[in-house]
């Protein structure tokens, strides 16, 4: 649903706006960010600690090239077997008298408005921020798309959609930012929604 979404609410010259390079991240950086980020995030919100523990411990392991092993294990086979068993554990509670009623169709109908709501938000504030930025650093609005937390899919649409309207545009990097901060403000609501009803 985000392409429509993506073309009804920025001009073609929008879409073509070409982001300047990134900078080079140190390895230090690599390794200090999920560090940084766990900790911040269990003094702030215990409740979601060990969501984004889990999401962080991917991030270190991946960056810190010491457990190759363990990375490369976690990236490939422990995912494809937690995601059969996800599979075939939801699969099996998913009758049609659990599944096909208006309670699971209105939850549905909610995501895809969430899912829309979200695309818009980002676009019109990245839109906002531009009004701010100068000709040269505008921002190309098609990665505020990208900060609902569907990794990396988001991303690629943004950059799929920039390039129709400009094919020597890369915007899967950018976009990749704020698709990472919607997984982990999607983490914060939800360790907030569990403090609540908890």
């Known amino acids: 649903i985000q392409p429509p979404i993506m073309r009804?609410?920025?001009t073609k010259k929008e879409r073509e706006i070409k982001m300047s390079q990134l900078r080079p991240v140190s390895k230090t950086e690599k390794i200090?960010?999920?560090i940084i980020i766990a900790v911040i995030i269990a003094l702030l919100l215990p409740s979601a600690a060990p969501l984004i523990g889990c999401l962080m411990l991917g991030?270190?392991?991946?960056?810190c090239g010491v457990v190759d092993r363990l990375s490369k294990t976690v990236q490939n086979e422990l995912m494809n077997i937690v995601v059969i068993f996800l599979g075939i554990t939801v699969g099996a509670t998913a009758t049609a008298?659990?599944?096909?009623n208006v309670q699971?169709?209105?939850?549905?109908?909610?995501?895809?408005?969430?899912?829309?709501l979200g695309t818009a938000g980002g676009l019109l504030l990245a839109k906002f921020m531009n009004l701010f930025l100068p000709e040269g650093k505008k921002m190309n609005p098609l990665i505020g798309s990208a900060g609902v937390s569907a990794v990396p899919?988001?991303?690629?649409?943004?950059?799929?959609?920039?390039q129709e309207a400009n094919p020597s545009n890369f915007l899967l990097m950018h976009?990749?930012?704020?698709n990472v901060a919607g997984v982990v403000g999607s983490a914060v609501a939800a360790g907030i929604l569990l403090s609540f009803l908890g």
Request: net charge neutral.
């Open 97 to 100: 008298e659990a599944f096909i």
């Open 153 to 162: 899919m988001a991303a690629r649409v943004s950059q799929t959609v920039g």
């Open 59 to 63: 991030n270190l392991m991946k960056e």
């Open 175 to 178: 976009a990749m930012g704020p």
């Open 8 to 10: 009804l609410l920025t």
């Open 32 to 34: 200090l960010f999920p």
């Open 104 to 116: 699971t169709l209105s939850i549905l109908v909610l995501g895809v408005l969430a899912f829309a």
